[in-house]
Nanobody, 127 residues
């Protein structure tokens, strides 16, 4: 059974940084693309960043470009989201996610395409 456990959320002032981590278990982590999504109150869940199984392909939402970096350590079964220059509008619950297709070519950029989700970690950015 696939398990995704996020950590690293918290309260930070605008302009600050946080690094989210997601520890995966239950299957061969290195064979699957991963993603980070977020959901703010009253808004739809959106894909913020995604990374291919090899790490060679990444995707960022326009809101994340230039500020967020997704990476993975396949030896540690962990995917990260480094978030810099945080803004109050980044406040949301952030979820780690993955799908069921091993060795997928590319990444998934829509939330409906993902099959597994972590419990989420709250990120709050104060102004």
């Amino acid at each position: 059974q696939v398990q995704l456990v996020e950590s690293g959320g918290g309260l930070v002032q605008a302009g600050g940084s946080l690094r989210l981590s997601c520890a995966a278990s239950g299957r061969t982590f290195s064979s699957y693309a991963m993603g980070w999504c977020r959901q703010a109150p009253g808004k739809e869940r959106e894909v913020v960043a995604a990374i291919s199984w090899s790490g060679g392909i990444t995707y960022y939402a326009n809101s994340a470009k230039g500020r967020f970096t997704i990476s993975r350590d396949n030896a540690k079964n962990t995917v990260y989201l480094q978030m810099n220059s945080l803004k109050p509008e980044d406040t949301a619950v952030y979820y780690c996610t993955t799908d069921n297709l091993p060795l997928r070519i590319g990444v998934l950029t829509e939330t409906r395409a993902y099959d597994y989700w972590g419990q989420g970690t709250q990120v709050t950015v104060s102004s």
